[in-house]
T-cell receptor, first 111, second 115 residues
Framework: GENVEQHPSTLSVQEGDSAVIKCTYS??????FPWYKQELGKRPQLIID?????GEKKDQRIAVTLNKTAKHFSLHITETQPEDSAVYFC??????????FGQGTELSVKP | GAGVSQSPSNKVTEKGKDVELRCDPI?????LYWYRQSLGQGLEFLIY????????KSGLPSDRFSAERTGGSVSTLTIQRTQQEDSAVYLC?????????????FGPGTRLLVL
């Protein structure tokens, strides 16, 4: 079955710097890759997703890139702000919408 | 509109007791998913439903776990003879249908503590 690995597990950046989180997946049939942000004690919220027919997607300060050949995808946050501090999860899906999640990255943005 | 709701928000139970967790999906969403999140961990897939049918139960940790969905809407996750390792946040999500390309919206979760 699908396996998703996520790195790093923790990431600390200064406000205004960029943050990059990387994920790899094992199943070449996976075709949908969402990213969720989870603040402490809250539910996961979708921040961006990418389908396998595109290589990059951008939404304001957030972008995601997908390399199908290498089976990895990355989240890029530019001009980070303290409110970006949270745990970020990547996920992959190859069947029936079942999401397989990475282990999460705790992002801390220091003012 | 209303999002995914779950009840109870918190549940404390004694080891060996049964618990029932409820999920109300977004109206009109035919697909429903259960995940488990242990403290400081990622989300672990448990089971999903398309309508009232659960084609993939492979994620259920043991036969103490079961889930059902009736009327294509509300779902309940039942854990029998709870164990301390069952302590976690149980998250429900729903999507428009079972397509892999549909966004899953999460509920607030039920925080289960087994003493």
């Amino acid at each position: 079955g699908e396996n998703v690995e996520q790195h790093p597990s923790t990431l600390s950046v200064q406000e205004g710097d960029s943050a990059v989180i990387k994920c790899t997946y094992s199943d070449s049939a996976s075709n949908y890759f969402p990213w969720y942000k989870q603040e402490l004690g809250k539910r996961p919220q979708l921040i961006i997703d990418i389908r396998s027919n595109v290589g990059e997607k951008k939404d304001q300060r957030i972008a995601v890139t997908l390399n199908k050949t290498a089976k990895h995808f990355s989240l890029h946050i530019t001009e980070t702000q303290p409110e970006d501090s949270a745990v970020y999860f990547c996920a992959g899906s190859n069947q029936g919408g079942k999401l397989i999640f990475g282990q999460g990255t705790e992002l801390s943005v220091k003012p | 509109g209303a999002g995914v709701s779950q009840s109870p928000s918190n549940k404390v139970t004694e080891k060996g007791k049964d618990v029932e967790l409820r999920c109300d999906p977004i109206s009109g969403h035919t697909a429903l998913y259960w995940y488990r999140q242990s403290l400081g961990q990622g989300l672990e897939f448990l089971i999903y439903f398309q309508g009232n049918s659960a084609p993939d139960k492979s994620g259920l940790p043991s036969d103490r776990f079961s889930a059902e969905r009736t009327g294509g809407s509300v779902s309940t996750l039942t854990i029998q003879r709870t164990q301390q390792e069952d302590s976690a946040v149980y998250l429900c999500a729903s999507s428009l249908d079972l397509s892999t390309l549909e966004t899953q919206y999460f509920g607030p979760g039920t925080r289960l503590l087994v003493l």
